[in-house]
């Protein structure tokens, strides 16, 4: 469990993500509160373009060597290696979204609190 809540330990956090060397990247994801995409998208598109991408129906199916994300709801009823799980807080208002997300790992699962 990791708390972020500037830009820079974002930003750290994400660059983190990216050179973690136990997975490739196709066997990590992602998964994005709904609440938090929009704000986690600006600053991918700012930062990150090049190594990480979000799931479309479009592009599910095509191999990539980004990272992509998601939100755990767009990505229920699948599965990767390593799951990393942004979340505003853990709390009854999240729990479905937090469960969903989490059950989504199947090796490795990181939560990040994104304040």
Known sequence: LFSVE?????LEMIKGIITETRFTSSEKIILVQSQL????TS???DYFKSDIDEITE???NI???????TSPIKYRGL???SVYLITK?????????NFVG???????LKIILWI
């Open 43 to 45: 600053i991918v598109n």
């Open 63 to 69: 191999p990539t060597n980004k990272i992509r994300y």
């Open 79 to 81: 599965e990767n290696d």
């Open 102 to 108: 989490a059950t989504r790992a199947m090796n490795a």
């Open 37 to 40: 995409i929009d704000e986690f």
């Open 89 to 97: 807080e853990i709390n009854d208002s999240t729990k479905i979204q």
């Open 6 to 10: 500037d830009l820079k330990s974002k």
């Open 58 to 60: 479009a592009n599910i």
